[in-house]
């Protein structure tokens, strides 16, 4: 939920700072929204091509610990018993009591209960890097299309229109994101919003210097 969160929170801000650059550089209305619908669609690409290298490194460096464990216990299986009875020891069994955990697992799943214990690779937590790049791309392109619609919608004042959904926006999501990670919704708020803001604020700046500097003919 978190990392939704934070890229809906990316779609958002990047996509809202884009079309209120545009339009602070007096683009045209359909010029605002095609760079908004560019900036979704490379955006939710970008976040997606670059999830799915990042998880696949994952998924392959998980890969090859399994396939080192499972060697090493082809090869060696009183030593990794012994390497996994001072695992439970470590964390607070006795000697006795760890030694029957670790021979009863090792009995049932050798290579499971390594790769639980040892490795710390779990079944619910095994990298998949097509489903966290469609989820990226997902929450990416969620949050883009908020600035995106309003824009499309604001005939006028568009500026203010989405500036102001954005910032509601973002206090929204902060306290999402701080709830999912555990920390207090206001502080998370207010320092998503606040960078949000900057962002933005820059933006339009530049945004408005490149409009003096090439004024629309």
Known sequence: MRASVLGANDGLLST?????????AHGTHKAILIS??????AGAMSMAAGEYVSVSSQADSEASDLERERRELSTDPVGELAELTQIYVT?????????????????????????????GIADGSIARPVQAALASAASFAAGA???????????????PFVLVTSLLCLVALGS????????GALKGSLR????GALAMAVT???????GEASPVR
């Open 192 to 195: 998503v919003t606040f960078w």
């Open 204 to 210: 339009l700046g530049v945004g408005s210097l490149v």
């Open 91 to 119: 964390r607070g069994l006795s000697p006795d009591l760890a030694g029957q955990v670790a021979t009863q697992l090792m009995t049932h799943d050798a290579l499971g209960a390594h790769a639980r214990d040892e490795l």
């Open 36 to 41: 908004g619908v560019a900036g979704l669609v």
């Open 176 to 183: 999402l994101a701080a709830r999912a990670g555990g920390a």
């Open 16 to 24: 809202a700072s884009l079309v209120l650059g545009v339009a602070a």
């Open 145 to 159: 299309s908020v600035p995106l619609i309003v824009g499309g919608l604001a005939t006028s004042h568009l500026i």
